[in-house]
T-cell receptor, first 113, second 113 residues
Framework: SQQGEEDPQALSIQEGENATMNCSYK?????LQWYRQNSGRGLVHLIL?????REKHSGRLRVTLDTSKKSSSLLITASRAADTASYFCATDDRGSTLGRLYFGRGTQLTVWP | SQTIHQWPATLVQPVGSPLSLECTVE??????LYWYRQAAGRGLQLLFYSIGIDQISSEVPQNLSASRPQDRQFILSSKKLLLSDSGFYLCAWTKTGTGTPLHFGNGTRLTVT
């Protein structure tokens, strides 16, 4: 299936440490997006990286994309307790203009104060 | 600015009862609309998407249906709920085309008893 898969499923760190989450996918894409979900809430878009980009930054977030390996990583630097949430990668369908996104199961990040 | 409203926030329904979840978007026109379901500890499963009024596509066969009677209104329905329909239902919208982020509602927690 097109669905991305995040790794690890769960990550527990102390405040101030960096958190790295990985995503692998199976088919060609136009872009890859990362989302965050607080418990019991909807998802919030964090960052989008296009297939012709290799790295992108937004504040404390750094995303990389390796289309040859069909993988992406999300790095959160200097993590805070407020970063505790589930993080999902989402991939589109390269052959489609319909904007459908396919999500993985997510990484549950816990940041301890 | 654009907003998305989804209701109700929680719902407990007996097996065999009907279902109607509603989603409306404000501040934009002709959005692409989506219904996702998230089972406990799982990723998001795309159920339906719509590119226009009365234009609905289903991603997976199931006990649910969707309708879009107005440009910014998306309804998820069932005639008879099953236990397996329990989950967290999320409505989302995006502008037409690829490379645009999804904007999610706050979700409906459905428990079928």
């Amino acid at each position: 299936s097109q669905q991305g898969e995040e790794d690890p499923q769960a990550l527990s760190i102390q405040e101030g440490e960096n958190a790295t989450m990985n995503c692998s996918y199976k088919t060609s894409i136009n872009n890859l997006q990362w989302y965050r979900q607080n418990s019991g809430r909807g998802l919030v878009h964090l960052i989008l990286i296009r297939s012709n980009e290799r790295e992108k930054h937004s504040g404390r977030l750094r995303v990389t994309l390796d289309t040859s390996k069909k993988s992406s990583s999300l790095l959160i630097t200097a993590s805070r307790a407020a970063d505790t949430a589930s993080y999902f990668c989402a991939t589109d369908d390269r052959g489609s203009t319909l904007g459908r996104l396919y999500f993985g199961r997510g990484t549950q990040l816990t940041v301890w104060p | 600015s654009q907003t998305i409203h989804q209701w109700p926030a929680t719902l407990v329904q007996p097996v065999g009862s009907p279902l109607s979840l509603e989603c409306t978007v404000e501040g934009t026109s002709n959005p692409n609309l989506y219904w996702y379901r998230q089972a406990a500890g799982r990723g998001l499963q795309l159920l339906f998407y719509s590119i226009g009024i009365d234009q609905i596509s289903s991603e997976v066969p199931q006990n649910l249906s969707a309708s879009r009677p107005q440009d910014r209104q998306f309804i998820l329905s069932s005639k008879k709920l099953l236990l397996s329909d329990s989950g967290f239902y999320l409505c989302a919208w995006t502008k037409t085309g690829t490379g645009t982020p999804l904007h999610f509602g706050n979700g409906t927690r459905l428990t079928v008893t």
